[in-house]
């Protein structure tokens, strides 16, 4: 099935057939499986045979999500899991030891730069960040215990882009493992692999459910790094469950037409809010205003889902944005059906001093706004009130 595009992989990706001869793949909600007799058993557990033993270990339904997800991303190998912070933590945990040192752009998720911060120092694992503008520095970050070098590309919240094929050369050039976040853009619209990534990690709670249902999380690469990786989750047990993961699988199939309109829907709301008077900025990657127009261009075959832009007034004026929207959602998810708005200054990035926003690009009156699926001028015109 190599030869076949995205949409199609996504889609004509199954599991085996029971002998029910099924067109959509069955829930298989078992948490152990059974042997045909002593010998079976122990070869299963030798891992002479792949087969399923134990549903912390392998699922029917979590392989045919992972495998998706792998013939999507062009990746060897994949593991899931049960959200997408156990993702980032146990890739990174399994690749990492005790006087290691992580190499990261400083525009990461919340809990992410906490596990830089707070947890992995007490393992003595520490991290170095770098300025998403200023990448060409992060080579000088680089000390002979550097063993990851991470990013995520777009960024959250800022939307920000970092060039992935250079972020991939340095890489190589220091022998460093790429672990890039692709959850903004999804595997449709971009493929870190294809730039030097070693690993790529989702959240799939975001688009790749795309409903705001059932939360996972899925890291897929190359395959020695990935059996470190199974197996640390496999002992530590931050498995994906049967039923999610047939909710993901499903969800897989309808990926590329329900991005496609997130998209659409992006641009135009992105094009309408750069006119507004009441807006300083905006960032969207398929905006030319972008700051990284041309390397999105380069990477992404679309802009993604996610819009900020930093309204005038500061933090009481994202507040009474907030207060004033009317059909748009108030919540800390992305990636849904709904369109989502949130002002991270007075809410997920509040306990950050104002300085440490500005390090990371969250203003004080960025709003970032995860563009849903409903009618366009609709969306426009909820903002719009919001706004005046």
């Not at 975001?206 to 989750?233: C, E, N, P, T």
Request: charged share 20%.
């Amino acid at each position: 099935m190599s030869n076949y595009g995205k949409e199609t992989l996504s889609i004509r990706t199954q599991i085996e057939r029971s002998q029910f001869l099924e067109h959509s793949s069955p829930l298989y909600l078992s948490s152990s499986f059974v042997f045909e007799n002593a010998e079976d058993m122990r070869a299963s557990f030798a891992e002479e045979k792949q087969r399923n033993i134990y549903s912390r270990f392998s699922n029917p339904n979590t392989s045919e999500f992972v495998d998706k997800v792998c013939k999507m991303e062009g990746a060897e190998d994949g593991c899931a899991f049960a959200t997408g912070m156990a993702a980032v933590y146990s890739t990174l945990a399994a690749l990492l030891e005790s006087g290691d040192h992580i190499v990261s752009a400083q525009s990461v998720f919340g809990s992410t730069h906490t596990l830089f911060t707070k947890y992995f120092p007490k393992w003595n694992i520490t991290t170095s960040y770098f300025k998403v503008d200023e990448i060409n520095t992060l080579e000088s970050l680089i000390t002979p215990n550097t063993k990851i070098l991470y990013a995520e590309s777009p960024t959250n919240p800022a939307v920000d882009i970092l060039d992935l094929e250079f972020l991939g050369n340095i890489a190589k050039k220091h022998n460093l493992i790429l672990v890039i976040d692709n959850c903004f853009a999804t595997p449709y619209l971009q493929q870190p692999i294809k730039f030097g990534a070693d690993i790529v990690i989702h959240s799939a709670t975001k688009l790749m459910d795309g409903q705001g249902r059932v939360l996972g999380g899925v890291a897929v690469g190359k395959v020695d790094l990935i059996r470190d990786i199974y197996l640390f989750s496999r002992n530590t047990g931050p498995a994906l469950s049967p039923f999610n993961a047939w909710t993901l699988s499903k969800s897989l199939e309808t990926l590329a037409v329900r991005v496609d309109r997130h998209c659409e829907n992006a641009l135009k709301v992105a094009q309408f809010l750069e006119s507004h008077d009441k807006v300083n900025w905006v960032k969207y990657p398929f905006l030319k205003s972008h700051p990284q127009y041309h390397i999105a261009k380069k990477q992404m075959s679309q802009g993604g889902s996610i819009v900020a832009f930093e309204i005038k007034g500061g933090i009481e004026s994202g507040r009474n944005f907030l207060n004033t929207i009317k059909m748009c959602s108030l919540s800390a998810n992305l990636g849904d059906t709904r369109t989502i708005v949130t002002h991270p200054a007075s809410t997920t990035h509040s306990k950050l001093s104002r300085t440490d926003r500005l390090e990371v690009s969250i203003t004080d009156g960025l709003v970032r706004v995860s563009v849903g699926l409903e009618n366009v001028e609709d969306i426009i015109n909820d903002l719009n009130q919001a706004l005046k």
